[in-house]
């Protein structure tokens, strides 16, 4: 069986992220345990604010089609979701909502989000790490988008000091953590392989 190939990206494309941060190290951890993986930042796909005329007009940006070519060659996708004010970056909103936009003839709309395995988590300088926003995340992937989440994520408090000058989680517990949402990403993406 090959390698499982995971996307790794952040709902944050700002300077110093700890999202990014904790992205990158959710990559690093996948990679030690032989997947293929691939980061992502948001950076590189900019796309105008979702309209529906746009759309009309002059069909869907490059940027989400190369997304969504991208997405649909990975057997799962880890995103690190920073949370404003108790919800999802704009961002990473229009980012989905776009890439659900393609579809192929008879294809069902958002059909890039099936049949793959998602993980989320967060990270934020407030105490609970961003769980709101997760909340809301888990709901747009899993009611809006059809998906497959994982139960396991991970969702860092005091994230400024969270992380050691190696990337790691300095936090026993939340390292811990972080660790079996790796393994139970990497067994689900497993299981659906063998399907």
Do not use: H
């Amino acid at each position: 069986m090959s390698n499982p190939k995971i996307m790794v990206m952040s709902g944050s494309s700002r300077a110093g992220s700890v999202n990014t941060k904790l992205a990158a190290l959710v990559g690093k951890k996948l990679a030690l345990a032989d997947a293929d993986v691939t980061i992502v930042s948001l950076k590189d796909y900019p796309l105008p604010l979702y309209d529906g005329d746009y759309e009309s007009a002059s069909g869907v940006p490059a940027p989400a089609q190369k997304l969504k070519k991208l997405m649909q060659a990975q057997d799962g996708i880890f995103i690190a979701c920073p949370e404003y004010n108790a919800g999802i970056t704009p961002l990473l909103k229009n980012t989905l909502d776009w890439v659900s936009r393609i579809n192929e003839p008879g294809e069902p709309q958002g059909i890039v989000y099936k049949g793959r395995v998602f993980a989320i988590g967060s990270a934020s300088p407030g105490a609970i790490g961003g769980l709101r926003g997760l909340i809301g995340m888990r709901t747009i992937l899993e009611v809006g988008l059809g998906a497959l989440v994982l139960p396991q994520m991970v969702s860092v408090g005091g994230a400024m000091a969270a992380f050691d000058e190696k990337g790691d989680l300095t936090d026993s517990r939340l390292a811990g953590m972080l660790d079996a949402m790796v393994a139970a990403l990497l067994k689900q993406v497993r299981l659906q392989k063998r399907d």
